[in-house]
């Protein structure tokens, strides 16, 4: 199974939002540039993310993305189906074959290969994702506090 160019970079964004935001909204600039995607890519991906609240967004000063909930909350599985549709309809198009046309293929073989795959993507959420990285001492972004000016 391979994961596309958008479920790669929507797992990569919602990571950063929960590993390097610290629980406050991030603009997609600063997210594009440590992430190495394309801003306009982005906020494409962003879109399907927020319609699926797993994130949602502000305008103007103060503003950006966030994480909707706690990132434990958040599994790999739901990143995966905001951005590609129900796991099941995905995998199991890919291997569909007309019934009878190829006896001999062991296509009961699918679903149980979606199952198993969606109850492992289920157990995966962002916070392990967040922890793991932790552990392998990724960097994190430092965060500038606000300015203000009298």
């Known amino acids: 199974m391979r994961l596309s160019l958008q479920v790669q970079y929507a797992i990569c964004g919602v990571f950063d939002l929960a590993y390097n935001g610290a629980g406050q909204r991030v603009p997609v600039q600063e997210i594009s540039a ?3 995607i394309p801003v306009r890519y982005l906020e494409q991906i962003f879109q ?8 949602d967004s502000k305008r103007g000063p103060g503003g950006g993305y966030a994480l909707v909930g706690e990132p434990a909350r958040i599994t790999l599985r739901s990143v995966i189906e905001a951005v590609e549709g129900p796991l099941a309809e995905v995998l199991v198009a890919s291997g569909s074959e007309p019934p009878g046309e190829y006896a001999f293929r ?3 073989l ?3 290969l979606v199952s ?3 109850a492992c993507l289920d157990e995966l959420s962002v916070a392990d994702l967040c922890r793991h990285a932790s552990e392998a001492r990724v960097e994190r972004a430092e965060r500038e506090g606000p ?3 009298i």
């Open 34 to 36: 440590r992430q190495g």
């Open 48 to 55: 399907r993310l927020r319609r699926a609240e797993l994130i």
């Open 106 to 108: 062991p296509g009961f």
């Open 110 to 112: 699918w679903p149980e």
């Open 116 to 118: 198993r795959l969606s």
């Open 147 to 149: 300015m203000y000016f």
